[in-house]
């Protein structure tokens, strides 16, 4: 299930009025009329709360759920079924530009491309729903990245598992693998899904027949070697105006910013492939989140860029570790009528300005059983402990993981020092929380 078609936490909603929200409270920041409308796609509380405290004007566009909680806080609302763009689209475009909005900003990867088709008429720029597809489809993705010189590995779309088997005959092939040497793997996925639904890393033929038909066509990939990192950008008139670095301790589990002395180290380097990109996207304005992998040569391949926030609450860690809010760091950067001026002021400098290291820790049941949450002092004792979002479990049987995106819920650390503070999330690895 996607994020912005889950109904809210039962927190959000309980007692409906939230009585630390500024609208409640009366203290919201007052708008400046002569700045741009914007459009806020898909339900996220953290970025309502970052838009109150901020001087644009903004709607939630968001399903009707929402309706009954953003009307008892004073939260202007547009009710849209993001379920699927349809002819329908026009009309949420056509609500939005009547009602005076300039932009639309997408919060989540189902709004990518409701967030292009709306911004292509707000702008009147119609390749900009183009734009936002090359944004959701990874084979498409990957070919224009391609086609910029960006560096991404083997690929192809498959249509069936023969499809597969001379993909990976043909990778192994190109590996100069001789009879009885270990093939390398390959990865498949599905073309448009985010949080690893549909992937798989596929080692062997058993591996092939296990993929049930309805998850083809699917996209094939050679196997990227290297460190593996993602970047949260924020780009302004085509340049880059904040880039972060986050450094994943384990992929899924858990990710700190700033990185490391090593990892940052690669940030010209990095900094270059930004540019690159934005270049072979042509793209002006907007967040990006885009995934590499550095091989210890110096290396870079592309693994994939996405036009929203992260999933892994690395907008929190980037609010925490700076001080500044990345949803209104998007909300400015988004604005037709912000101005450069506005826009550099806004930003702190990278890694010099942070106040600390700050990451979290998703966590995951290790047991097939469970009865009650535990927090273990190792965490909560630990002088980096900040705050954490599990809840008591509902259900006895822990579900299989399929995908990363179903943690239980995050803890999150700061600190002084990124060793300590990395060492710390790879411990929790070895925790108990649900026991
Ligand atoms: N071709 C590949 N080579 C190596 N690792 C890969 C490859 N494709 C995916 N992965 C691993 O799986 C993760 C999820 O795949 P990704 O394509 O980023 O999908 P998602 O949309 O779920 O983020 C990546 O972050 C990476 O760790
Ligand atoms: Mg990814």
Redesign the pocket.
């Known amino acids: 299930m996607s994020k912005e078609t889950q109904a809210p936490t039962t927190e959000v909603v309980s007692g409906w009025t939230d009585p630390t929200l500024d609208s409640v409270r009366g203290t919201e920041t007052p708008k400046d009329p002569n700045k741009g409308y914007i459009a806020l796609l898909g339900w996220s509380f953290n970025a309502i709360k970052a838009a109150q405290k901020f001087d644009r004007r903004y709607v939630v566009v968001a399903p009707d759920w929402a309706a009954d909680f953003c009307q008892a806080n004073n939260i202007p609302f547009i009710p849209w079924d993001f379920a699927r763009l349809n002819d329908r689209s026009m009309e949420i475009a056509q609500r939005l530009k009547d009602d005076g909005v300039d932009v639309a900003i997408p919060l989540f990867e189902e709004t990518v491309e409701w967030s292009g088709a709306i911004n292509s008429v707000l702008m009147d720029k119609p390749r900009m729903y183009g734009q936002s597809i090359l944004f959701r489809d990874?084979a498409l993705m990957k070919r224009r990245a391609q086609l910029g010189g960006i560096r991404v590995?083997i690929f192809e779309e498959a249509y069936e598992k023969d499809d597969i088997i001379r993909f990976m005959k043909r990778v192994n092939q190109t590996l100069l693998k001789l009879d009885g040497d270990p093939d390398d793997p390959i990865?498949v996925?599905a073309f448009d899904?985010?949080?690893?639904?549909g992937?798989r890393m596929i080692r062997d033929i058993e591996d092939i027949d296990k993929i049930p038909e309805e998850e083809y066509p699917l996209l094939m990939?050679?196997?990227?070697d290297g460190w593996?990192f993602a970047v949260e950008a924020w780009i302004h008139d085509g340049e880059i105006k904040f880039l972060n670095i986050s450094e994943y301790v384990t992929?899924g589990y858990s990710v700190f910013v700033p990185a490391t002395k090593e990892l940052e180290s690669w940030r010209d380097a990095i900094t270059k492939q930004i540019e690159k990109l934005i270049k072979t996207f042509d793209i002006k304005f907007g967040q990006i989140h885009p995934?590499y992998?550095v091989t210890s040569d110096g290396e870079m391949y592309f693994?994939?860029v996405a036009y929203r926030p992260p999933g892994f609450k690395a907008f929190e860690l980037i609010e925490r570790a700076y001080g500044f809010s990345p949803y209104q760091a998007s909300m400015l950067v988004f604005d037709p009528k912000s101005t450069k001026e506005e826009v550099d002021a806004f930003f702190p400098r990278e890694v010099e300005d942070a106040k600390c290291y700050a990451g979290c820790f998703g966590v995951y049941p290790r047991r097939r059983v469970v009865s009650k949450l535990e927090m273990p002092k190792e965490t909560t004792e630990h002088p980096y402990f900040e705050s954490h979002e599990l809840v008591a479990p509902t259900e006895e049987t822990v579900p299989d993981r399929s995908a990363?995106g179903t943690h239980w819920g995050l803890l999150f650390f700061a600190g002084d020092d990124p060793i300590k503070l990395r060492d710390l999330l790879k411990a929790q690895e070895e925790l108990d929380f649900y026991v």
């Not at 899904?193 to 639904?197: I, Q, T």
């Not at 990939?221 to 990227?224: A, P, Y």
């Open positions: 990874k590995g990865h996925k899904k985010a949080g690893c639904l992937h990939e050679s196997h990227l593996e992929l995934e992998f693994g994939e990363f």
